[in-house]
C-alpha cells in the first residue's frame, strides 16, 4: 500500500500525524515495503523526512498520484483512522482522494467528531476519483415548490459532474391536469416539454437533464440516491409503494419538514424512511424559500448524514464488504443510539463512496451553500417544530402585535424545539445544531417572517377564518406543513402526560382546534 498526505501547509497537527504513521510504519514496510510518500500542494522548501520510507514532491501532478491508493489530507486525521487504513495489507483497486479538511476524511470512516459539525469547507470536486465505473442516479421524489427547487439544482449538478453521477434526474410528479394556454394537459407532459413546473414553481426554467415522470416505481428504478421531498402527510403511502421496487443499496435524503407519529410513538421523517424501506436516509433542512433559491439568490442549508459503516469501505480501500476491514459487519445506529433492526445493504464499490463529500457536491451550487452536519436530530426537529412556532407568529402578527412579540414567540419556541429534542432524543441531540445552523435559528428566523406557515396564518386572523380554509382556497395544492405537524405532536405530547411543559405548542394546537384564542398567547409568559 501506497499512502500519500497531501496539502499539510499550515496543519497543525501533521507532526502528530508523522509520528503516527512512523509508529505504525514497520506494519506497512512488512505488508509491503513500498514507499510511504508525502506530498505537499503548496508550500515550497518542504523539509524532507529524515525517514528513509518517506519521500516528498512539491507541485501537484496527476502522474504523481497515478500509483497511489489513498491520498489523505491534511489536518488532525485521528490516529485510530490512520493505523486502521496503514493495516489494511490488499491495496484498494480505486484511488481514492480526501479533502483537504480533517473532516471529510473523518466522516466516512465513522471517527466520531467532536462537535456535532462537519463542515465542507472546499468543494468536494477533489473527491470525486474518476475511476469508478458506476455513477450514482439521482432521483427526487415529490415535485411541490420545493420539490422541484431541489430537482432543479441536484440536476444543474449532474450536468456538472459527469464523473460522479448520472445525467438525467428523474422526478416523480404526482400527476394532475393543468390548464396551459388555454389547454388541459397532464403536469408532467408540461414539465417535460416546457421545462417549468407550471402549476408548483411558476417561470422558472428547469433544466433539461431534469425527467418528469408520473410513475414512482419507473422513477425510482436504480437510483442509487433518492431525494425526498413532498408534504410529510404523503410519505407513508409512498413509501409502501416503493419497497421492494428500489435498489437494496439505495441512500435517501429527506428534505421534508414535518414528523412522523404513529401509536403515539414520534419518528424523525428520515428514519421512518428508512425504516420502511430497509436503506438509510440523511436529513436536509435549513432557511429556504423555494421560490427564491428557484431564482438562484443565494442562501444556505444544513444537511445531516451519518455514513452508514458499511459504506465506509471504499474509503478504507480495503476491498471487503464493510468498513472493519476484517469481514465483520459493523451495525447502523439510529438517532436514538440503537442499532437499527435493517441490515444495510452496501453501497458496491464500483460506484463512488456515497458520503459527505458526493452529497456536498451534489447539492452544493453557486447560490446554494451546503454544510454536512452529523446531527440528524437537530437538523429534523429544527425543521419540523418551527412550524408551529411559524403559525403562532402568523397569529400574533394576524393579531396586530409586531415585530417584537414574534421575536418572543420566536424565542419560546426555540426553547420548546430544545426541550422536545432533549427530553425525547437525549442520545444523540447536539442542540448546538439549533443554536449554529441554517436548519435552526436560521429557519426559525426566515419562516416566522416570510414563509407560507406564517404568511397564511396570519392572513387566516386578518380574514377571521380557520387556517385551514385558506390552505384550501389560498394555496393552489401547496401545503402548510405547521397544521398537521402541530397536530401530530400535540397529540404525541397529550398522550405521554407531558403538553404542559410545552406551552406553546399547546396553545397553538389550542388556537387551530377553536378552542383557545391568540389574545391568550401572552398569558404563556407571565411567571
Ligand atoms: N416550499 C418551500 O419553500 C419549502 C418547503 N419545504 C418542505 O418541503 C416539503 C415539500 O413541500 P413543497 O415541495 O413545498 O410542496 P408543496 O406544498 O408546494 O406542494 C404540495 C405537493 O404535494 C403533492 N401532492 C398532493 N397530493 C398528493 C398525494 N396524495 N400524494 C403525494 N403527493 C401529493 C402535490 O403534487 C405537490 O407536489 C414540505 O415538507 C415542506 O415543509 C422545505 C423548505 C422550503
Ligand atoms: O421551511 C421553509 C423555510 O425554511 C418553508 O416554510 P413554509 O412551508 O412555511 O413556506
Known sequence: MILRLVDYKKSANIPCLLRTIFSVGPKLRDTDPRRLSLFHCSTPGLPHSPRRNIHSHSGPSRRAFSSHHLCVARSSCPTPLLSDILDHQRPAPPLRWYSTTASSFAAPLNTEQPSHRRTHLQSAKMTAPGSFRRKHK??????????????????????????????????????????????????????????????????INLPTNLVANPSLVDAAKDATILIFNLPHEFIGNICRQLKGNILPYARGISCIKGVTVTDDKIELICEFIGE?????????????????????????????????????????GNGHANGSGNGTYEEHRDSRGKIIKTKLTPVPQNYPPLDHDVLHTLFSRPYFTVSMVSDVVGVSLGGALKNIVAIACGFVEGHGWNMTAKTAVMRRGMLEIIQFAREFYPETIEPATLWEESAGWGDMIVSCTAARNWRYSKMAVERGVSIQEIERTELNGQKLQGISTSREVSSFLRARGVEDKYPLFKLVDGILDGKVNVNDIPSLFRK
Open 138 to 203: 439521482v432521483a427526487v421524489i415529490g415535485s411541490g415548490n420545493w420539490g422541484t427547487t431541489v430537482a432543479k439544482l441536484v440536476a444543474e449538478s449532474t450536468n456538472e459532474h459527469p464523473d460522479i453521477f448520472e445525467k438525467d434526474v428523474q422526478m416523480w410528479v404526482y400527476e394532475e391536469k393543468v390548464t396551459v394556454d388555454g389547454e388541459t394537459r397532464n403536469l408532467t407532459e408540461v414539465i417535460n416539454a416546457k421545462h417549468q413546473n407550471t402549476k408548483y414553481l411558476e417561470g
Open 276 to 316: 420502511q424501506l430497509d436503506i438509510y436516509c440523511g436529513a436536509l433542512s435549513g432557511a429556504n424559500i423555494a421560490s427564491e433559491i428557484a431564482n438562484e439568490n443565494w442562501c444556505e442549508t444544513t444537511i445531516a448524514y451519518n455514513t452508514p459503516p458499511c459504506d465506509r469501505h471504499v474509503a478504507n
